[in-house]
């Protein structure tokens, strides 16, 4: 399971969100295993069902002024029941300002205490949509991952049978760079896995002859991506493997087979690697003509429906 520590929330949103850290730094390294964020307006009161261990508190308006309105030994009891599960972190929006028993417990629990001038709304629509990303399941590929034509393409296939290279004349000829070697697949969604490339790789490209490139140097800001949704897996293949691979039956249709990654089909286009073959182009028309599938037009189908029409036009009953 994907984690994520207190201390690295802070550090990733501290900037957007004006994040203060004023008490229980010593749970820096609790860590977050869900990207649910709540309002615990019923644990303030003796709900406990409503507080989750490892997750974000945020006390909002009505929480503080629900807290405000209590004695010192009802203030107390509140506070206790909010602390009384393992949190990863507490949060007082709006610039509330912290009680001094808030504080206390946060300091007496080592849980995070941190304070933001945002609406509670706002934080929390943030940080759900913050830890849905940080928290996704990951798995890590092989492979260049690029953006074609807008679309997230990753080209596997063999070492040393030209992925490399491949990747370098696509960006040539204006599409753009996300990872090369190694992809982080995230599942953001159901449905959606998303590629980043790993921080240290960031930018480069390795090309047998030429060594490590710096693509954004080499081609500017634009030549580069940070993320994109993996929406077709390009495999390079000797000539013979492909073909034995596609098979006969599946030689019309483009988009015969898919491979599952974290449980998410992604069409998956075989093509032959020979001498004279312009993969650029091919990789090129894959993505195109995906493009087309999509909108719901298979030039295959398209050719089976036509030789059917002309088969049937040109048939004489026998005499």
């Known amino acids: 399971m994907t ?19 004023p008490a229980g730094r010593a749970g820096a390294q609790k860590m977050l295993t869900s990207d649910t964020v709540q ?3 019923l644990a303030l009161i003796g709900h406990l069902n409503f507080v989750h261990p490892n997750r974000v508190q945020v006390l909002g ?9 209590l004695d010192g030994d009802a203030l107390a009891q509140a506070i206790t029941h ?16 912290v009680p001094k028993p808030l504080y206390d417990a946060a300091q007496r629990t080592q849980t995070p205490l941190l304070t933001s001038p945002r609406p509670s709304p706002e934080l929390m629509n943030f940080l759900r949509h913050h830890l849905a990303q ?7 590929r092989h492979g260049v991952f690029l953006e074609v034509m807008g679309m997230g393409v990753l080209i596997t296939g063999d070492s040393a049978i030209g992925k490399s290279e491949l990747a370098l004349e696509l960006i040539t000829r204006g ?9 982080d697949l995230y599942r953001v969604s159901p449905d959606t896995l998303e590629g980043r490339c790993p921080t240290v790789l960031q930018d480069f490209l390795e090309v047998r002859g030429l060594g490590i490139l710096n693509i954004r140097a080499l081609f500017g ?13 390009v495999h390079l293949a000797k000539f013979e493997a492909a073909q034995s691979a596609i098979g006969e039956e599946n030689r019309l249709h483009m988009h015969a087979s898919t491979e599952d990654i974290l449980d998410i089909p992604i069409p998956k286009v075989r093509i032959p690697v020979a001498a004279g073959r312009n993969l650029a182009v091919l990789v090129e028309v894959a993505v195109r003509n995906h493009i087309m599938h999509l909108r719901g037009l ?11 029409e002309h088969i049937a036009a040109n048939s004489h009953p026998a005499d």
């Open 3 to 21: 984690q994520l520590t207190v201390q690295q929330l802070f550090d990733d949103t501290r900037a957007k969100l004006d994040l203060e850290w």
């Open 39 to 41: 309002k615990p307006t």
């Open 61 to 69: 308006c009505a929480e503080m002024d629900y807290l405000r309105s």
């Open 82 to 97: 909010l602390y009384s599960t393992e949190l990863a972190a507490v949060i007082v929006a709006n610039a509330e300002p």
């Open 134 to 140: 940080a928290l996704a399941e990951r798995i890590s």
């Open 175 to 183: 599409h753009r760079l996300v990872a090369d070697d190694m992809v």
């Open 221 to 233: 800001d634009i030549a580069v991506k940070v993320k994109k949704n993996l929406k077709l897996i």
């Open 298 to 308: 298979d030039a295959s189908e398209q050719f089976i429906e036509r030789q059917g």
